[in-house]
């Protein structure tokens, strides 16, 4: 792996002994070849169980990069086209102004339910068809189609539901079938972790500095539990268990290991990879006030990039600093997992940075 190995091996190193980090994964893929495999720090905060790459961590969002690829796989099969209506699946979806979403609209984030409804909360995620009712069932902040605003915790079912009523099989079932076993990274990707591989996973925890507060006046779209990440959520066992593709349990191998398998072809073809990276919409997020430009199922650009570079690399970040993109122009596959939620993505730009200035000097 040589030298940008040792440079991102001693940046972990360092953060984990300043106390900056817990533990930490980093993978990255460089047309095809595995250059960075670099972990450092512990799994068990409480126990200090060393981390190793086939540590799994939950995620949160970077969980969405298996999501969206997964509805990509469901195209490239016949199951589904990225403008075949909801409806055609999930009658019961086209209530109260929401009869013209389509599975575009969904990977855009554009279907207008970014935020659950009110009454299910984390202890009702593991119930599939209370959820997926509930949302059956909402009116949308916008008709679908006509803005952008972050799909939280939605986006998963979402997608699942489609998933689910045009296969018969769940989320974490495609995922092992379609992604974990045909790659080599089974036990590196879940949705809903087996029961035995729990004492496996790294436990989270979160740094005591003070986090962004909402807004005042209960203006946030978004519920708490959706907009801020939390150590006891991706700890509990039901949540662990529990089908919820808007998050994940990964390794940054077998994150950037599915990405990369992207890149080289072998999940989807040259044409549907154009796609993947290719603008879908771009306006102001209606959740964060913030400018988004997404592709199909991801926003578009490298976190950090200068924009000069202009970027068309794709990928989620996850709330508490993991990271994980695919950038066709450089044939990078790179992801970040890490056990100590932050509120920012100080480690995660760090370590891009460093591997943008090795690719640039090795062009």
């Given amino acids: 792996m040589g030298e940008i190995q040792d440079q991102i091996q001693r940046l972990i190193d360092a953060l984990v002994g300043a106390g900056a980090e817990t533990g930490v994964q980093v993978a990255v893929y460089h047309d095809g070849a595995l250059i960075v495999d670099a972990v450092a720090g512990t799994a068990d905060p409480a126990g200090g169980r060393p981390i190793t790459s086939d540590t799994p961590i939950f995620s949160f969002s970077t969980g969405k990069n298996v999501a969206a690829t997964l509805a990509h796989l469901l195209v490239a099969r016949g199951f589904l086209d990225y403008d075949t209506p909801v409806t055609d699946l999930w009658p019961e979806f086209g209530v109260r102004g929401k009869a013209t979403a389509t ?124 907009n801020r990440p939390s150590a006891d959520f991706g700890n509990n066992g039901d949540i662990l268990r529990a089908d919820i593709p808007s998050v994940g349990i990964a390794t940054a191998h077998g994150v950037a290991a599915m990405y990369n398998a992207v890149l080289q072809g072998e999940l989807v073809d040259p044409a549907r990879l154009a796609e993947l990276s290719a603008l879908a919409f771009d306006g102001v997020d209606q959740v964060f006030g913030t400018p988004a430009r997404m592709a199909l199922g991801f926003p578009i650009g490298r976190m950090g990039a200068p924009a000069e570079e202009n970027s068309t690399a794709f990928g989620w970040p996850g709330g508490g600093g993991s990271y994980a993109y695919a950038d066709p122009a450089r044939g990078v596959a790179f992801a970040l997992t890490k056990n100590r939620l932050v509120p920012n993505f100080d480690t995660a730009l760090s370590v891009t940075t460093i591997l943008a200035d090795h690719l640039a000097g090795t062009r």
């Fill in 103 to 226: 599975l575009r609209h969904v990977l855009t984030h554009t279907v207008g339910l970014p935020a659950m409804p009110r009454e299910i909360t984390p202890s009702e995620l593991p119930d599939w068809f209370r959820v997926c009712e509930a949302l059956a069932a909402a009116e949308p902040r916008w008709p679908p189609g006509t803005a952008v605003g972050y799909h939280s915790y939605t986006f998963g079912y979402l997608v699942g539901e489609l998933a689910r009523r045009t296969t018969g099989r769940r989320m974490c079932e495609l995922l092992r079938e379609w992604i974990t076993v045909p790659l080599g990274i089974d036990g590196q990707l879940y949705f809903a972790a087996p029961e035995e591989s729990l004492p496996g996973l790294a436990r989270l925890e979160e740094q005591a500095r003070q986090w962004p507060a909402a807004p005042d006046g209960g203006d946030a779209i978004l519920a708490p539990w959706e």
